[in-house]
């Protein structure tokens, strides 16, 4: 696929790009839950401008489907284990259908405990995370959500790569305005932006990953031919990134960034690891209205001068995307359409 925006393009509405993606989805070996699951995350991630977990990922669903590696049938058990606490075993398949399955109960156990933890094992994620948390936040809750992903971070301090890109994403209601949420990678950058770079010959900016003899390397080719990323903030990300892997992977039974072995998979791409997502009732915490509070927060950070907030450049995106349709390279747009048999 080619890198976003590249060419000249074409638009689509949100509702056509998730029908072209579910297609897809089913045409190379999903159950039609988890197309529609994956479709609609997918297409999000575009219409967000979250271009480096939107369309751009679908040739590597589709050559991970074709390879054996992920199950695209898989039906996620979900097992209510105490009034605190959902387990879902996600059978290899993808994590977004695992969390939609778990979805009710988690919810139903965060309202009436005030808060509820969902760990997602034996489970695939190749997305964006923030769509996981946001619209728990839509819903007046709190939500803080983990991920591993493949090995490809060196720790602070140590000399080769041991973690994934390890995101963790928040979400929290406001009163007046779309939830606050952030959403972020504990490496340097996302490794689907190194890919980005590398196939537009962009360089990086300095300090997001080295070489395969370990220098600090500007090109992105480099760091993905034998080289590896960096955490952000040098001992702060790598911290982060550690209590990643012991959350999303020794809580949840999942497996750590550099356990799992995709060598017998030619093609394989996603990582096959866990999940955690906390989500927390607030209205069973403070005694004040925590929307308000934290749109009180919000003015604050405007007052003292503040322009952007996490979340303030999807949200625009999203408006226009809505508005004038979702930006598509006329190749991009082809290459779909071919992966959909159209
Ligand atoms: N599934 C997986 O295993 C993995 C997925 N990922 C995904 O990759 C994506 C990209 O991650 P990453 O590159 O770290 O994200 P970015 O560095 O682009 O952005 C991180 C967060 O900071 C916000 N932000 C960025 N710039 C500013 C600014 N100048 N002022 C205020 N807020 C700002 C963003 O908001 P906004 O979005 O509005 O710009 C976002 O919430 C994420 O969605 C992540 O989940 C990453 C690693 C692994
Ligand atoms: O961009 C990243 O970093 C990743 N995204 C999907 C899963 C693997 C890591």
Known sequence: MSAPHDH???????????????????????SSE????????????????AHSHGVFRIPGYVSTLKSGW????????????????????????????????ARPLLIEKA????????????????????PDVEPFADEGLVALSVVNSMTCVVPHGADRPLFGTNPIAFAAPRANAAPIVFDLATS??????????????????????VDSLGQLTQDPK???????????????????????????????GGNFSFEFDWSNHPGA???WTGQLLIVIDPSKAAGQNFAQRSEELVRQMHGVG????????RHLQRSRSMAQGIALDEQTLGQLRELAGE
């Open 222 to 252: 480099a760091i993905l031919e034998g080289g590896a990323l960096l955490p952000f903030g040098g001992h702060k990300g790598s911290a982060l990134s550690m209590m990643v892997e012991l959350l999303a992977a020794a809580l949840t």
């Open 188 to 209: 340097a950058i996302a490794h689907g932006d190194v890919q980005i770079a590398a196939r537009k010959g962009e360089k990086l900016p300095v300090g997001m990953g």
């Open 34 to 49: 988890v197309a529609r699951v994956l479709a609609a995350n997918c297409a999000n991630a575009e219409r967000d401008g």
């Open 70 to 101: 992920v199950n695209g049938h898989a039906v996620p058990q979900v097992e209510d284990v105490a009034p605190g606490f959902v387990r879902v075993d996600a059978g290899n398949g993808f994590a977004q259908p695992a969390l939609a399955a």
């Open 111 to 130: 309202r009436h405990a005030g808060i509820a933890v969902l760990a997602i094992r034996n489970s695939h994620h190749f997305a964006a995370l923030w």
């Open 8 to 30: 000249a393009s074409s638009t689509v509405s949100l509702e056509a790009l998730t029908q072209l993606l579910e297609t897809i989805f089913l045409r190379h070996g999903t």
């Open 269 to 271: 791409k996603t990582p």
């Open 306 to 313: 503040l322009k952007r907030l996490p979340g303030d450049r």
